[in-house]
């Protein structure tokens, strides 16, 4: 069974930092994709980054310049660090895993998703 197992949450003043880290377990070949989501009650999940197994990027317009994802892919682990973080930020943070090759199948697994955790900036 592949599981995502994510880390990093917590309470930050504004302006501060956190790093978020998601860690795909299993029997796992290669990760074509994982990213970041977030969720705040009453509102869709919506996508935060996202990074490739090369190394192609993409980000929620509002967080470019602030957060930065990167992978391990040895590890199969993909970090979101986050800085100059801002109240809007707050929300639960979901670590997402598509097409995950797993050792003994000929198709990909899509659309895993972690636990959430909780990221709350507040003075």
């Known amino acids: 069974q592949v599981q995502l197992v994510e880390s990093g949450g917590g309470l930050v003043q504004p302006g501060g930092s956190l790093r978020l880290s998601c860690a795909a377990s299993?029997?796992?070949?290669?990760?074509?994709?994982m990213g970041w989501y977030r969720q705040v009650p009453g509102k869709q999940r919506e996508l935060v980054a996202t990074?490739?197994?090369?190394?192609?990027?993409t980000y929620k317009d509002s967080v470019k310049g602030r957060f930065t994802i990167s992978r391990d892919n040895g590890k199969n682990t993909v970090y979101l660090q986050m800085n100059s973080l801002k109240p809007e930020d707050t929300a639960v943070y979901y670590c997402?895993?598509?097409?995950?090759?797993?050792?003994?199948?000929?198709?990909?697994?899509?659309?895993?998703w972690g636990q959430g955790t909780q990221v709350t900036v507040s003075s």
């Open positions: 990074i490739t197994s090369d190394g192609t990027t």
């Open positions: 299993g029997r796992i070949l290669s990760i074509y994709r």
């Open positions: 997402n895993a598509d097409r995950v090759y797993v050792l003994g199948y000929g198709a990909s697994v899509s659309d895993l």
